[in-house]
């Protein structure tokens, strides 16, 4: 059976951290591309950060870079998300999915991804002010 659970989500104060994971099961991990995507309340889905296990590869959408960190842990099979610096407008549900063929780059695209091989739940952040 394929899972791909998010979790790691929570309520943090702006300027706070969180680490969101990302855990994988029932695939070929090393194969895969995982892209984290967020949604708040009343907007459309917005990709944020995608990293390909097969070659480290990663991808950042431009506010997040500086801020957020995508990495692997191929022997857990699990995508990190590290999140530092976080502000009220980070506040949203946080969502992984995992393609074969898609780079990177694409998580630009949400379109493109809501075609991708699997999604996971998402874990909700919360930031205050």
């Known amino acids: 059976e394929v899972q791909l659970q998010a979790s790691g989500g929570g309520l943090v104060q702006a300027g706070g951290s969180l680490r969101l994971s990302c855990a994988a099961s029932?695939?070929?991990?090393?194969?895969?591309?995982i892209g984290w995507f967020r949604q708040a309340p009343g907007k459309e889905r917005e990709g944020v950060s995608a990293i390909s296990n097969s070659d480290g590869r990663t991808y950042y959408i431009d506010s997040m870079k500086g801020r957020f960190t995508i990495f692997s842990d191929n022997a857990k099979n699990t995508v990190y998300l590290q999140m530092n610096s976080l502000k009220p407008e980070d506040t949203a549900v946080y969502y992984c999915a995992a393609d074969r063929q898609l780079i990177p780059q694409t998580v630009v695209n949400t379109i493109t991804w809501r075609l991708a091989d699997y999604w996971g739940q998402g874990t909700q952040v919360t930031v205050s002010s």
């Open positions: 029932g695939f070929t991990f090393d194969d895969y591309t």
